[in-house]
């Protein structure tokens, strides 16, 4: 079973950054890792997604050049650097992993999930 446990989460003001990042199981190396996010009354949406199998990644227009999606694999870890953070981008976080190989933006795509980490941007 694989395990994903995401951490990293807090309070920033707006124009801050945060690193979150998602510990996973061994084995998980060649998994397309992603990040959605949840807010308040609203579904869960996707944020960010990377295939470490065929390089590519995507990321949700509103983020897009503002937040970064990356691995250690020596740490098995993934990570999600958020900049320029803006209030809009609170929510709680999770994590997302399957042993496809494809960047899908879809929450059913993926096998796996963590238990998430709340994000909050004061204004």
């Known amino acids: 079973q694989v395990q994903l446990v995401e951490s990293g989460g807090g309070l920033v003001q707006a124009g801050g950054s945060l690193r979150l990042s998602c510990a996973a199981s061994?084995?998980?190396?060649?998994?397309?890792m992603a990040w959605f996010r949840q807010a308040p009354g609203k579904e869960r949406e996707f944020v960010a997604a990377?295939?470490?199998?065929?390089?590519?990644?995507d990321y949700a227009d509103s983020v897009k050049g503002r937040f970064t999606i990356s691995r250690d694999n020596a740490k098995n870890t993934a990570y999600l650097q958020m900049n320029s953070l803006k209030p809009e981008d609170t929510a709680v976080y999770y994590c997302?992993?399957?042993?496809?190989?494809?960047?899908?933006?879809?929450?059913?795509?993926?096998?796996?999930w963590g238990q998430g980490t709340q994000v909050t941007v004061s204004s």
């Open positions: 061994e084995g998980t190396g060649r998994y397309t």
């Open positions: 990377r295939s470490w199998i065929i390089g590519s990644a």
């Open positions: 997302a992993a399957d042993p496809g190989w494809r960047v899908t933006t879809t929450p059913h795509d993926y096998a796996y």
